[in-house]
């Protein structure tokens, strides 16, 4: 008897191990996230953007996004850990890539002074050229949609990004014009989620998004994502803000 149960116990476990796979392959998140810690900031405590999209869409997301990545990152250990936003990006059969970067290009690589050279490495003028349109272009072959996201932008004081608003409306102008060139690239301002003076939508360092904005921010993409008619997200949202405009 302890003969047959031994023989059937191998052979649980080994249909076990011939349907895990395809069970984790129905699971696979169909949704990427690339980018920095606008994305990143709360992922330790699962309350992230990417946390919180799915809860809001009923679906999971891989999230790749690091605190401190850049556009323009040329170390090749630590790009290829994930500070280089282009080397986050893998191929794979993803519906949705949500995308952001540029901010730590700007801010820590030229002090949001003097970034005319910088920004148009980041984007060029019409929105054709550069380390952005070069990385959605990749993206956009696999046939994933490409939604770009906005900054989160400074309460109006206290803030030490307070000097970055004429570096952001450039950026953000001629993201537009990129999402304007195809239509499965969607370009999603946040410009308007903070009130001026309103300081909870950032952390203590009034750089970084706190989790009610993180939160906002999630609501913001699951309505943009179920508005283009995906038909995994089956959550209800509620007092959630209208969805960006197609360019």
Request: charged share 25%; proline share 5%; net charge positive.
């Amino acid at each position: 008897m302890s003969l047959i149960r031994s023989l059937a116990l191998r052979c649980l476990i080994c249909t076990a191990l011939l349907v895990a796979p395809h069970h984790a392959a129905a699971e696979a998140p169909r949704i990427l996230v690339l980018g920095d810690s606008l994305l990143a900031a709360h992922s330790i405590s699962g309350r992230s953007v990417s946390g919180r999209l799915e809860r809001y869409l009923g679906q999971p997301v891989r999230d790749h996004s690091v605190a401190g990545a850049r556009m323009i990152y040329n170390l090749p250990i630590t790009g290829a850990m994930g500070l280089s936003i282009p080397k986050q990006w893998r191929p794979g059969r993803y519906d949705w890539v949500i995308l952001n970067g540029g901010g730590n290009d700007l801010w820590l690589g030229c002090g949001c002074e003097a970034c005319d050279y910088k920004m148009k490495r980041l984007i060029s003028d019409n929105g054709r050229k550069g380390s952005i349109p070069g990385l959605v272009g990749k993206i956009r072959k696999t046939g994933a949609k490409v939604i770009i996201l906005g900054y989160l932008r400074s309460p109006g004081f206290s803030s030490p990004i307070e000097s970055c608003k004429d570096e952001g409306d450039t950026l953000e102008a001629r993201l537009a014009k990129l999402a304007a060139l195809d239509r499965g690239i969607i370009f999603h301002s946040i410009e308007d989620l903070v009130p001026h003076g309103d300081l909870s939508f950032h952390a203590m360092d009034r750089i970084h998004p706190s989790l009610k904005a993180s939160d906002a921010i999630a609501r913001r993409l699951a309505l943009i994502i179920k508005a283009e008619g995906n038909p995994a997200a089956g959550a209800t949202l509620r007092r959630a803000k209208p969805a960006a405009k197609r360019h």
